[in-house]
C-alpha cells in the first residue's frame, strides 16, 4: 500500500475577510530552517495594498461604532480561537526556526497578549477620557476616538507574538489595519488571519499581507488615506523615509524599536493610544 | 412723521460715538533685541526688522532678526540652563516660577491687550476679554500641573523631554506663546521661542515680564525673525521638540525636516470648520453663533466655522437674518471699544483673502458683503459670505484665514456629515439643534478634535485643542496637553 501524501497549504493573503493570491501572481520561495519544506509566499504588490486600504476603509466606520463591549469580546474571541489551534501554530513556528519549548511559549503569551487587549478595549476610554472644569458656563469633555486606517510594519524578527502585539491595540482601538507581516517568518501571519475570519472579526478590519519590506514600505507610508502608519523596527533609513512621507498628509507615525516582543513590557494602553485621537465637546450650560 | 423705517438699515439706527481705548500709559520698546539667557541682547549681524500697526500702516518698532549663530545661543543658553537647572529642579518650585508669571500678566492685562491689538490689528475688545486673561489663565492652570505630573499618567513616570523649539503664528500671538510656554515649563523643559514676525511686541513684554519673575536665565528665550529664522530652529541640532502653530503646509515641511532625527513634535495646523444648523435649532442664536464663527479675529482663526450648512427648510430665513446681522457688524478702529472687525493682519493676508474672493466669484459663487465703509489707510476687508457654492470649490475646500464664509444646505443628517468630513482637515465643528441626540450623533460623527455644540469659538486652559487628518496631531490645553512635553518611561 502506498504511503498516504500530505496536504500542503497554499498562503495568501487577507483582504476585506478574503483569501486571495497576490493579483501581480509573483510569490517569495520560503525554504524552512532544515532547509527542508519550500513554501511559496504571496510577494504583495502595490495593488494588493491599494485593494487592502479600500477594504480597511469601508469597515472603518462599522468597526469604530460596535460597543467597546462588542469588540472587547471579538479580541477575547481571536483568543479563544487562537487556543484552540495551538498545534498548529507550534508547526509553522518550528518550521521558522523555533524549538518546542519556544513555540509553545510564544503561542501562551500571543493568546495572553489578546486577552490583555481584549480588557482594555473597554476601559482605556475611562482611563484617556475627562470632564474639564472649563472657566465659563459650559459642559465640556474630551474622550478618545480611532485615529482611523492604520498601515503597519509588524517586527520582522519575530512571527505570531510581533504581529499580534501590533494588531491588538490597534483594533482595541477601533481603527482598522493594513499590516505587513514579518518578512523573515510569514507562516503563522496567514494562520493568524484564518483565526481572525473565525473569530466574528468584520472583513477588512484586519488585513495581512506578505512580501517584501524594501518594496512595500514607500506604498504603506505614502499612501494618501492612511491615517497612522505604525513601524516596528531599527533601521533609521527606513524609520527616515516613514516619517518623511508620513508628512504627505499628516500621518501619524509610531515606531516601536522593541526587541524582545515575549516580554510584558511591550503592553500597555499607551501603545493603544498611539493610534488615538482626542475629541473635546462643548455644551452650554443654561436655559 | 412719515419716515419710512427700513429695517436693515443698521446705519441709521445704530451709530456709535468713538469709544477709543488710550494708548497714553503704554510703552512700546522702539527697538526690540533678542532676549536669550535671561537678557536683552542685539543680533550677531545687527538686522532689525520693523513692525507696523495694520490698522494705519505705522511703524510701532523695530525687531531683532536671529540668523543662525542667534538661534544656536538661544539653543545653548536653553540647554544649559535644562541641564543645570530645571529639569533638576524641585516640580514644586518651578510651579511657582509660572504662577509668577501668569500673576504678573494679570497684573499688567491692560498694557498687554492695547499692544496685541496695536500690533495685530484684532478688536481691543477681543485682546481685553478673550486673549489676554485666556494667557493668564494658561500659565495658571499649568503651573499647577508641575508638581503633580505622576497623577497624570497612570503607571508611567512623566519626564521631561529637553529643549523645546516653538514657533507661534500672528493670529493670537500671546496666547500662542502661553500654549506653548506654559505645558513645556511645568513639565520641566526649557524653550527657545519665535514669535510670527509681524505680531512680536508682546512677546517682547512678556519678556520683561520673564525676567521680573526671576525666571532661571536660559529657561525662556524669545528670538524674532520670519521662516528663515524658525528654520534655522527647526533644524538645530539640541533641539528635542518641535512645537509649531500655523499653517497645514508649513507643518509638513517640519515633518519632512525632522524626519530621521529623533526630535518630537506637535502640529497645531490649518482647518475649514463645517457650522452646522439644523432646522430645530434656535435660530436668532445660530445667527450669532455663525458669526462668532467665522467674523471672530478678523477669521484669522484656524478653527473658524468657516464651511456653513444650513438645512434647507431654514435656509432662507438663516441667510437674511446672518445678512442682517453682518450689516451691524462694526468694522474699524481696532482699539475702539465697540468694534466687532478690526483690522487684517497683514497686507500679504489681505491679498490672500482677496485672491480667495476673487476666485470664489469666477468658480460661480454669489458673493454677499456687508456695506460697510472701511478705512483708507490699513489693511481692511468687509465681511463676507458666499452661496451657490459645493464641495468642490476652492472657498470650501481650503483655508483662507479670513472673514469669508462659504454657505451650502443640506437635507438630511447622514448628507452633512458625509459633507462636513469631505475636507483634509479635522479641527472643529459646530452643530446646532435642540435635540440632544441629535447632538451627540453628530458630534460623534465629524471627524476633528473640538466640537462645539450650540456655541462656536469657545477656548479654555483646561480643555485640550487639536486636530485630526491635516489639521495637525498632538493637543494643547487640558492634561492631554502635557503629553507632548514629557517622554513616557
Same mark, same amino acid.
Given at each position: 500500500?502506498?504511503? &498516504?501524501?500530505?496536504?500542503?497549504?497554499?498562503?495568501?493573503?487577507?483582504?476585506?475577510?478574503?483569501?486571495?493570491?497576490?493579483?501581480?501572481?509573483?510569490?517569495?520561495?520560503?525554504?524552512?530552517?532544515?532547509?527542508?519544506?519550500?513554501?511559496?509566499?504571496?510577494?504583495?504588490? &502595490?495593488?494588493?495594498?491599494?485593494?487592502?486600504?479600500?477594504?480597511?476603509?469601508?469597515?472603518?466606520?462599522?468597526?469604530?461604532?460596535?460597543?467597546?463591549?462588542?469588540?472587547?469580546?471579538?479580541?477575547? $474571541?481571536?483568543?479563544?480561537?487562537?487556543?484552540? $489551534?495551538?498545534?498548529?501554530?507550534?508547526?509553522?513556528?518550528?518550521?521558522?526556526?523555533?524549538?518546542?519549548?519556544?513555540?509553545?511559549?510564544?503561542?501562551?503569551?500571543?493568546?495572553? $497578549?489578546?486577552?490583555?487587549?481584549?480588557?482594555?478595549?473597554?476601559?482605556?476610554?475611562?482611563?484617556?477620557?475627562?470632564?474639564?472644569?472649563?472657566?465659563?458656563? @459650559?459642559?465640556?469633555?474630551?474622550?478618545?476616538?480611532?485615529?482611523?486606517?492604520?498601515?503597519?510594519?509588524?517586527?520582522?524578527?519575530?512571527?505570531?507574538?510581533?504581529?499580534?502585539?501590533?494588531?491588538?491595540?490597534?483594533?482595541?482601538?477601533?481603527?482598522?489595519?493594513?499590516?505587513?507581516?514579518?518578512?523573515?517568518?510569514?507562516?503563522?501571519?496567514?494562520?493568524?488571519?484564518?483565526?481572525?475570519?473565525?473569530?466574528?472579526?468584520?472583513?477588512?478590519?484586519?488585513?495581512?499581507?506578505?512580501?517584501? $519590506?524594501?518594496?512595500?514600505?514607500?506604498?504603506?507610508?505614502?499612501?494618501?488615506?492612511?491615517?497612522?502608519?505604525?513601524?516596528?523596527?531599527?533601521?533609521?533609513?527606513?524609520?527616515?523615509?516613514?516619517?518623511?512621507?508620513?508628512?504627505?498628509?499628516?500621518?501619524?507615525?509610531?515606531?516601536?524599536?522593541?526587541?524582545?516582543?515575549?516580554?510584558?513590557?511591550?503592553?500597555?494602553? @499607551?501603545?493603544?493610544?498611539?493610534?488615538?485621537?482626542?475629541?473635546?465637546?462643548?455644551?452650554?450650560?443654561?436655559? | 412723521?412719515?419716515?419710512?423705517?427700513?429695517?436693515?438699515?443698521?446705519?441709521?439706527?445704530?451709530?456709535?460715538? =468713538?469709544?477709543?481705548?488710550?494708548?497714553?500709559?503704554?510703552?512700546? #520698546?522702539?527697538?526690540?533685541?533678542?532676549?536669550?539667557?535671561?537678557?536683552?541682547?542685539? =543680533?550677531?549681524?545687527?538686522?532689525?526688522?520693523?513692525?507696523?500697526? =495694520?490698522?494705519?500702516?505705522?511703524?510701532?518698532?523695530?525687531?531683532?532678526?536671529?540668523?543662525?549663530?542667534?538661534?544656536?545661543?538661544?539653543?545653548?543658553?536653553?540647554?544649559?540652563?535644562?541641564?543645570?537647572?530645571?529639569?533638576?529642579?524641585?516640580?514644586?518650585?518651578?510651579?511657582?516660577?509660572?504662577?509668577?508669571?501668569?500673576?504678573?500678566?494679570?497684573?499688567?492685562?491692560?498694557?498687554?491687550?492695547?499692544?496685541?491689538?496695536?500690533?495685530?490689528?484684532?478688536?481691543?475688545?477681543?485682546?481685553?476679554?478673550?486673549?489676554?486673561?485666556?494667557?493668564?489663565?494658561?500659565?495658571?492652570?499649568?503651573?499647577?500641573?508641575?508638581?503633580?505630573?505622576?497623577?497624570?499618567?497612570?503607571?508611567?513616570?512623566?519626564?521631561?523631554?529637553?529643549?523645546?523649539?516653538?514657533?507661534?503664528?500672528?493670529?493670537?500671538?500671546?496666547?500662542?506663546?502661553?500654549?506653548?510656554?506654559?505645558?513645556?515649563?511645568?513639565?520641566?523643559?526649557?524653550?527657545?521661542?519665535?514669535?510670527?514676525?509681524?505680531?512680536?511686541?508682546?512677546?517682547?513684554?512678556?519678556?520683561?515680564?520673564?525676567?521680573?519673575?526671576?525666571?532661571?536665565?536660559?529657561?525662556?528665550?524669545?528670538?524674532?525673525?520670519?521662516?528663515?529664522?524658525?528654520?534655522?530652529?527647526?533644524?538645530?541640532?539640541?533641539?528635542?521638540?518641535?512645537?509649531?502653530?500655523?499653517?497645514?503646509?508649513?507643518?509638513?515641511?517640519?515633518?519632512?525636516?525632522?524626519? %530621521?532625527?529623533?526630535?518630537?513634535?506637535?502640529?497645531?495646523?490649518?482647518?475649514?470648520?463645517?457650522?452646522?444648523?439644523?432646522?430645530?435649532?434656535?435660530?436668532?442664536?445660530?445667527?450669532?453663533?455663525?458669526?462668532?464663527?467665522?467674523?471672530?479675529?478678523?477669521?484669522?482663526?484656524?478653527?473658524?466655522?468657516?464651511?456653513?450648512?444650513?438645512?434647507?427648510?431654514?435656509?432662507?430665513?438663516?441667510?437674511?437674518?446672518?445678512?442682517?446681522?453682518?450689516?451691524?457688524?462694526?468694522?474699524?478702529? =481696532?482699539?475702539?471699544?465697540?468694534?466687532?472687525?478690526?483690522?487684517?493682519?497683514?497686507?500679504?493676508?489681505?491679498?490672500?483673502?482677496?485672491?480667495? #474672493?476673487?476666485?470664489?466669484?469666477?468658480?460661480?459663487?454669489?458673493?454677499?458683503?456687508?456695506?460697510?465703509?472701511?478705512?483708507?489707510?490699513?489693511?481692511?476687508?468687509?465681511?463676507?459670505?458666499?452661496?451657490?457654492?459645493?464641495?468642490?470649490?476652492?472657498?470650501?475646500?481650503?483655508?483662507?484665514?479670513?472673514?469669508?464664509?462659504?454657505?451650502?444646505?443640506?437635507?438630511?443628517?447622514?448628507?452633512?456629515?458625509?459633507?462636513?468630513?469631505?475636507?483634509?482637515?479635522?479641527?472643529?465643528?459646530?452643530?446646532?439643534?435642540?435635540?440632544?441626540?441629535?447632538?451627540?450623533?453628530?458630534?460623534?460623527?465629524?471627524?476633528?478634535?473640538?466640537?462645539?455644540?450650540?456655541?462656536?469659538?469657545?477656548?479654555?486652559?483646561?480643555?485640550?485643542?487639536?486636530?485630526?487628518?491635516?489639521?495637525?496631531?498632538?493637543?494643547? %490645553? %487640558?492634561?492631554?496637553?502635557?503629553?507632548?512635553?514629557?517622554?513616557?518611561?
Amino acid at each position: 500500500m502506498s504511503q &498516504r501524501e500530505d496536504i500542503k497549504k497554499t498562503y495568501k493573503l487577507y483582504i476585506g475577510g478574503k483569501f486571495p493570491r497576490t493579483e501581480s501572481g509573483r510569490y517569495i520561495k520560503w525554504v524552512d530552517a532544515n532547509n527542508k519544506g519550500a513554501v511559496n509566499i504571496c510577494r504583495g504588490s &502595490r495593488k494588493d495594498f491599494r485593494n487592502a486600504m479600500v477594504t480597511a476603509r469601508d469597515a472603518f466606520s462599522g468597526w469604530c461604532s460596535r460597543t467597546a463591549y462588542n469588540r472587547s469580546q471579538i479580541l477575547y $474571541r481571536i483568543g479563544e480561537i487562537l487556543e484552540g $489551534r495551538r498545534s498548529q501554530f507550534a508547526n509553522e513556528l518550528i518550521l521558522q526556526g523555533s524549538s518546542k519549548k519556544e513555540a509553545g511559549n510564544e503561542i501562551n503569551q500571543s493568546i495572553d $497578549r489578546l486577552i490583555y487587549y481584549a480588557g482594555w478595549a473597554d476601559k482605556y476610554q475611562q482611563i484617556f477620557s475627562r470632564v474639564n472644569p472649563v472657566a465659563s458656563s @459650559y459642559f465640556n469633555f474630551s474622550y478618545p476616538e480611532p485615529t482611523g486606517v492604520v498601515s503597519a510594519l509588524a517586527p520582522n524578527n519575530s512571527s505570531l507574538i510581533g504581529l499580534v502585539s501590533i494588531v491588538a491595540p490597534i483594533i482595541a482601538g477601533g481603527n482598522t489595519v493594513v499590516v505587513l507581516a514579518s518578512e523573515e517568518k510569514p507562516l503563522c501571519s496567514i494562520t493568524f488571519a484564518e483565526v481572525l475570519h473565525t473569530s466574528d472579526v468584520p472583513g477588512g478590519v484586519v488585513n495581512i499581507l506578505t512580501g517584501y $519590506r524594501s518594496e512595500l514600505l514607500d506604498h504603506f507610508s505614502s499612501h494618501m488615506d492612511v491615517n497612522a502608519i505604525v513601524y516596528c523596527g531599527n533601521e533609521s533609513e527606513e524609520i527616515k523615509l516613514i516619517q518623511e512621507n508620513a508628512a504627505l498628509n499628516v500621518k501619524r507615525p509610531i515606531v516601536y524599536t522593541d526587541e524582545n516582543w515575549l516580554s510584558k513590557n511591550v503592553q500597555d494602553p @499607551y501603545r493603544i493610544l498611539n493610534t488615538l485621537e482626542t475629541k473635546t465637546t462643548w455644551h452650554p450650560v443654561g436655559i | 412723521m412719515n419716515k419710512k423705517i427700513n429695517k436693515s438699515d443698521f446705519k441709521t439706527d445704530w451709530s456709535y460715538s =468713538p469709544a477709543p481705548e488710550s494708548t497714553d500709559h503704554i510703552k512700546i #520698546v522702539k527697538k526690540n533685541d533678542l532676549f536669550i539667557n535671561g537678557k536683552f541682547m542685539p =543680533p550677531e549681524k545687527g538686522k532689525y526688522f520693523k513692525t507696523i500697526n =495694520p490698522a494705519n500702516e505705522q511703524k510701532l518698532a523695530d525687531v531683532a532678526e536671529a540668523d543662525k549663530s542667534d538661534v544656536d545661543k538661544a539653543v545653548k543658553a536653553a540647554r544649559k540652563a535644562y541641564d543645570k537647572v530645571w529639569s533638576k529642579m524641585d516640580p514644586s518650585e518651578r510651579g511657582k516660577y509660572i504662577y509668577r508669571i501668569a500673576r504678573l500678566i494679570q497684573e499688567r492685562a491692560r498694557e498687554f491687550s492695547v499692544i496685541e491689538t496695536m500690533d495685530g490689528g484684532k478688536p481691543i475688545r477681543e485682546s481685553r476679554d478673550i486673549d489676554i486673561p485666556l494667557v493668564s489663565a494658561h500659565f495658571f492652570y499649568y503651573a499647577g500641573w508641575a508638581d503633580k505630573l505622576s497623577y497624570a499618567f497612570p503607571g508611567k513616570q512623566a519626564k521631561p523631554i529637553g529643549v523645546a523649539g516653538q514657533i507661534i503664528p500672528w493670529n493670537f500671538p500671546l496666547l500662542m506663546a502661553a500654549w506653548k510656554l506654559a505645558p513645556a515649563l511645568a513639565t520641566g523643559n526649557t524653550v527657545v521661542l519665535k514669535p510670527a514676525e509681524t505680531t512680536p511686541l508682546t512677546a517682547m513684554k512678556l519678556a520683561e515680564i520673564i525676567q521680573e519673575a526671576d525666571l532661571p536665565p536660559g529657561v525662556v528665550n524669545i528670538i524674532n525673525g520670519d521662516g528663515k529664522t524658525g528654520r534655522a530652529i527647526v533644524e538645530h541640532e539640541d533641539i528635542n521638540k518641535i512645537a509649531f502653530t500655523g499653517s497645514t503646509d508649513v507643518g509638513k515641511m517640519i515633518m519632512k525636516s525632522v524626519a %530621521g532625527t529623533g526630535k518630537k513634535y506637535t502640529l497645531e495646523l490649518g482647518g475649514k470648520a463645517a457650522n452646522i444648523i439644523f432646522e430645530d435649532a434656535a435660530i436668532d442664536q445660530a445667527v450669532e453663533g455663525i458669526i462668532d464663527g467665522i467674523f471672530f479675529n478678523q477669521g484669522h482663526v484656524c478653527c473658524a466655522g468657516s464651511r456653513l450648512f444650513v438645512q434647507e427648510s431654514v435656509a432662507d430665513t438663516v441667510i437674511s437674518k446672518l445678512k442682517d446681522r453682518m450689516e451691524s457688524l462694526i468694522v474699524g478702529d =481696532p482699539l475702539d471699544k465697540n468694534t466687532d472687525i478690526g483690522a487684517i493682519n497683514s497686507k500679504m493676508q489681505l491679498e490672500k483673502i482677496k485672491m480667495y #474672493v476673487d476666485i470664489g466669484q469666477k468658480e460661480g459663487g454669489s458673493v454677499h458683503q456687508s456695506s460697510c465703509g472701511l478705512p483708507e489707510k490699513g489693511y481692511w476687508h468687509a465681511p463676507t459670505l458666499f452661496t451657490d457654492v459645493s464641495q468642490s470649490h476652492r472657498i470650501v475646500q481650503e483655508e483662507i484665514f479670513g472673514p469669508v464664509l462659504a454657505i451650502q444646505t443640506f437635507r438630511t443628517v447622514d448628507e452633512v456629515i458625509a459633507k462636513a468630513n469631505n475636507t483634509p482637515f479635522g479641527l472643529s465643528g459646530g452643530v446646532w439643534t435642540d435635540k440632544g441626540s441629535k447632538i451627540f450623533q453628530v458630534s460623534k460623527s465629524i471627524r476633528a478634535g473640538v466640537l462645539w455644540a450650540n456655541t462656536f469659538n469657545k477656548f479654555d486652559p483646561t480643555s485640550p485643542f487639536g486636530g485630526y487628518k491635516e489639521s495637525g496631531m498632538g493637543r494643547e %490645553g %487640558g492634561l492631554e496637553g502635557l503629553m507632548p512635553y514629557v517622554n513616557l518611561v
